[in-house]
């Protein structure tokens, strides 16, 4: 019986440590790991312990005031104003984790440590810090209309389409620009009917970054869709012109992203090899999209998360409300109060409708007229 008991207990505890790995985000631990990291090295510099959690509060408040005050870079700069409360955050978080009996972002024994970590963002402000030259820029429709002209947005060559997946995709369901890309597969997808019997492609998404899933987590409260257009740039037609070019054992399931076939023959109608795209290449999506266009040399910056920026721009442009906007990124939408300290609002969206969906899909793809219905028989990717 004691074996018995000795087996079960083992396996339970085994499944339960799985389960705590499995609740933590993976980004989040990386922050925590890098900046913890940070604190090390200073210490090292300074000659002092390095185990954050031995220390008590009164000497950690003291030796964090200097921290804060000194941490530099690996160039031996500062790190930029919005860094720092993400710094404090994720040692609070180890210390937490290390079942630390305060906080050094909440209780009052390291007030003085925060206010030099607030002094020091202060001054880098004042010091021109924080404007974040490189950021990602959106594309703007002057710049969209140059990368569907050149070709390296449409449906001519398998580089192109599968470009044009990415692009679309990520403005029409809001996914994000590296690992929310790396897991999505065909099935993932279906192509419908409307009410009105225009098409559209339906997402019925995983846990994502935004949405990690979880017992607070609250899905969205529909599923993102991607009308057709009746025009050129059409995103259903695309989509169905995708799926022809895949090989037949992969028209309805499997990875989303394939490899090109490069050494195919001009007639050959498969594009796409029987392999997952490489995650370095979805990585560098962007990249490959502007590659040999005027953005390539353009004093904008273009990344990944450029395709996400515009399409929001595009949907401010068309006058839709915060809260529609949030429904295709998944973002919460927040405003201020009174005492000008965020709240958060719209918790739980309304139902977007059909014809609100509808509304939304065509301002992504900037579309003005109504396309006639589709004759093609709605149903899984096929």
């Known amino acids: 019986m004691a074996g018995v008991c000795s087996r079960f207990a083992f396996a339970t505890t085994t499944t339960i440590e799985d389960m705590k790995n499995c609740s933590k985000n993976e980004n989040t631990a990386k922050s925590t790991d890098f900046w913890l990291s940070v604190w090390k090295k200073w210490c090292l510099e300074k000659k002092i312990t390095d185990e954050i959690e031995n220390y008590e509060p009164a000497e950690l408040n003291t030796s964090l005031e200097h921290f804060y005050a000194e941490a530099k870079n690996k160039q031996g700069e500062d790190y930029e104003p919005e860094s720092l409360k993400v710094m404090m955050a994720s040692l609070d978080r180890h210390l937490q984790n290390k079942d630390y009996t305060l906080s050094i972002v909440r209780d009052r024994e390291f007030s003085s440590s925060k206010q030099v970590l607030e002094g020091k963002e202060k001054q880098l402000c004042l010091a021109g810090r924080g404007?974040?030259?490189?950021?990602?820029?959106?594309?703007?429709?002057?710049?969209?209309?140059?990368?569907?002209?050149?070709?390296?947005?449409?449906?001519?060559?398998?580089?192109?389409?599968?470009?044009?997946?990415?692009?679309?995709?990520?403005?029409?369901?809001?996914?994000?620009?590296?690992?929310?890309?790396?897991?999505?597969?065909?099935?993932?997808?279906?192509?419908?009917?409307?009410?009105?019997?225009?098409?559209?492609?339906?997402?019925?998404?995983?846990?994502?970054?935004?949405?990690?899933?979880?017992?607070?987590?609250?899905?969205?409260?529909?599923?993102?869709?991607?009308?057709?257009?009746?025009?050129?740039?059409?995103?259903?037609?695309?989509?169905?012109?995708?799926?022809?070019?895949?090989?037949?054992?992969?028209?309805?399931?499997?990875?989303?992203?394939?490899?090109?076939?490069?050494?195919?023959?001009?007639?050959?109608?498969?594009?796409?090899?029987?392999?997952?795209?490489?995650?370095?290449?979805?990585?560098?999506?962007?990249?490959?999209?502007?590659?040999?266009?005027?953005?390539?040399?353009?004093?904008?910056?273009?990344?990944?998360?450029?395709?996400?920026?515009?399409?929001?721009?595009?949907?401010?442009?068309?006058?839709?409300?915060?809260?529609?906007?949030?429904?295709?990124?998944?973002?919460?939408?927040?405003?201020?109060?009174?005492?000008?300290?965020?709240?958060?609002?719209?918790?739980?969206?309304d139902e977007a409708d059909e014809d609100e969906q509808r509304q939304l899909s065509w301002a992504i793809s900037r579309k003005n007229s109504t396309p006639k219905p589709a004759g093609n028989t709605p149903g899984p990717c096929t």
């Open 131 to 349: 404007k974040r030259p490189n950021k990602a820029r959106q594309v703007s429709e002057e710049e969209e209309e140059i990368l569907w002209k050149s070709g390296k947005l449409g449906g001519n060559n398998p580089e192109s389409l599968i470009q044009t997946m990415w692009w679309l995709l990520t403005q029409h369901f809001g996914i994000r620009g590296r690992q929310e890309h790396h897991e999505m597969r065909l099935e993932d997808f279906r192509i419908m009917n409307g009410d009105d019997g225009i098409e559209f492609v339906e997402f019925a998404e995983g846990p994502t970054k935004t949405r990690p899933g979880g017992l607070r987590a609250k899905p969205r409260q529909f599923q993102p869709k991607m009308f057709q257009t009746g025009q050129g740039k059409c995103p259903v037609a695309l989509f169905r012109q995708y799926i022809s070019r895949r090989p037949p054992n992969l028209r309805t399931s499997g990875p989303f992203y394939l490899s090109i076939k490069y050494n195919r023959q001009a007639d050959d109608e498969i594009w796409y090899k029987v392999q997952p795209m490489g995650e370095n290449k979805i990585n560098s999506m962007m990249k490959s999209i502007i590659s040999g266009t005027s953005l390539e040399t353009s004093e904008k910056r273009f990344s990944n998360h450029s395709a996400r920026k515009t399409v929001v721009s595009k949907m401010k442009k068309a006058n839709l409300e915060r809260s529609a906007i949030a429904k295709v990124t998944g973002h919460p939408c927040t405003h201020q109060n009174s005492q000008n300290s965020n709240i958060q609002s719209l918790d739980d969206y």
